[in-house]
């Protein structure tokens, strides 16, 4: 019986629970990064230029995503709470508006692609020598945007019914199809960075297919009929009230990165590729804790739901501790080996050289960033998003850009590579403040009691 998928949220063992949500969440996500790893890889054989395109494109593709995470999450968040509340008809009709939502955001970003592409283009910092290869890429990029919102928001809400493996079968059939067509398009074919957008864009059709095949095959506990596709207010309202603040802190962290490179411009394009590369080894490190996260909401959700307040603080110690070893191991190899990791892309003795103290500045507070994470995720699924959007805007954006701005003025272009962390070690300080308080006000212990759940273990 499907229904076991998402009653099991408020019955089985944590630790259970946390692998088989948080797994394959972490493997899709893992698998996700890699490929823009590889694909980065591949773009980066044909020169610096080329990597600095992909570090002006990555920002742009990023508010089309988080678009799609914070419409993901808020569903998930109704979703997974409608269902720990035994309401299925409204977790049904959330799932009919998230297809709803994908169809008309990804309408809406190819028209905007269409008319404003160059203005975007250069207000994101395409300098004179990278612009062409950048727009031969988003061109692509923003043609096949519906793909796009469509895998990410069904997978969040998919994960929320209970179902963790559909989602991750998405991701890895999606990225290693990609890793596998880009060398043809690039190289093969002639394509060059086109090429590169090519493979993603049809990529995404094999991910978005299986999910077609999982809603019209009635895979889905959710008995989805036309009814729940006709626009509904209040749950759209209901949606973005929770998923709001995650697209906030994911536009505010493009916001960022954007300005950033606009600064690191008056540097040469090298800064700006070096910052294009950090990012994604960012990427590949928080990406396993992205997928605990995920892992994570529809548990705390469902039991939030159901008043098991125990257990959402188990799964949250749980979850952070997990997140917390797999980002300080990522961070240790990166500050170790930095020249190995930044060679694999690009061998420019000029970008190695600048790129080396870089990387090695912006990991030092990775091991911050695994509890930091878990608790925007744990205020997102009890509905309380102002304080996820004011934790996620701390590191992101309110703290980072003061210090982009004044710590060059000292320390040149290596104030911008130490406003990472000391954005990180702040926000870090700020959370753990935040989690006791709001712990204290909903009766969750600091602390588990020696029998945290009698009344569960007597059953």
């Known amino acids: 019986m499907q229904y076991k998928n998402h009653t099991a949220m408020g019955e089985e063992k944590i630790s259970r629970l946390l692998l088989r949500f948080s797994l394959p969440a972490t493997l899709a996500m893992a698998v996700n990064a890699s490929y823009n790893i590889v694909d980065t890889i591949f773009v980066g054989r044909l020169g610096s230029e080329a990597i600095a395109a992909l570090s002006i494109s990555f920002p742009i593709q990023m508010l089309l995503g988080a678009l799609a995470i914070g419409t993901g999450v808020g569903a998930a968040s109704l979703i997974s709470r409608s269902l720990g509340a035994g309401r299925e008809e409204d977790a049904a009709t959330a799932m009919g508006q998230v297809i709803l939502l994908a169809l008309a955001c990804g309408l809406g970003a190819t028209l905007v692609g269409l008319f404003f592409l160059d203005p975007l283009l250069r207000l994101f910092g395409a300098t004179p020598e990278i612009v062409w290869h950048t727009r031969e890429y988003m061109s692509v990029i923003f043609n096949g945007a519906t793909l796009l919102f469509l895998i990410m928001m069904l997978n969040h809400a998919i994960r929320a019914e209970g179902n963790a493996m559909l989602p991750m079968t998405v991701m890895v059939i999606s990225a290693v199809s990609n890793i596998v067509m880009d060398p043809i398009f690039i190289f093969v074919l002639g394509m060059g960075i086109r090429g ?14 299986i999910q077609a095949w999982y809603f019209l095959a009635c895979k889905s506990p959710l008995d989805i009929r036309l009814r729940h596709l006709k626009p509904n207010l209040s749950v759209i309202v209901d949606i973005y009230r929770v ?4 697209l906030l802190t994911q536009v505010s962290a493009n916001i960022s990165l954007v300005f950033v490179n606009r600064i690191l411009g008056g540097f040469g394009h090298v800064p700006i590729a070096v910052m294009g590369l950090a990012v994604r080894f960012q990427m590949f490190a928080f990406m396993p804790v992205i997928g605990i ?12 739901g159901a008043g098991k307040l125990l257990r959402i603080r188990e799964a949250m110690a749980q979850g952070a501790a997990a997140a917390t070893v797999l980002v300080t191991l990522s961070g240790v190899l990166f500050f170790l080996f930095p020249r190995f990791f930044l060679s694999i892309f690009n061998s420019d003795p000029l970008l190695l050289q600048t790129g080396v103290g870089a990387v090695r500045i912006m990991v030092l507070m990775y091991p911050l960033i695994g509890v930091h994470t878990i608790a925007v995720v744990f205020f997102q699924a009890i509905g309380r998003g102002s304080l996820s959007l004011l934790l996620s805007l701390l590191r992101q954006f309110i703290l980072y850009i003061p210090f982009v701005i004044l710590l060059p003025r000292v320390f040149n272009l290596t104030g911008i590579w130490m406003s990472t962390p000391l954005a990180d070690l702040l926000a870090f300080a700020v959370t753990l403040y935040l989690v006791q308080r709001e712990f204290r006000c909903q009766g969750i212990p600091v602390f588990l009691p020696d029998n945290p759940f009698p009344a569960e273990q007597a059953e």
């Open 196 to 209: 590169a957008a090519v493979a993603t864009v049809l990529a995404k059709v094999f991910g978005v297919g």
């Open 243 to 246: 998923g709001l603040p995650s």
């Open 293 to 304: 996260a995920q892992g994570i909401l529809p548990i705390i959700g469902y039991n939030f």
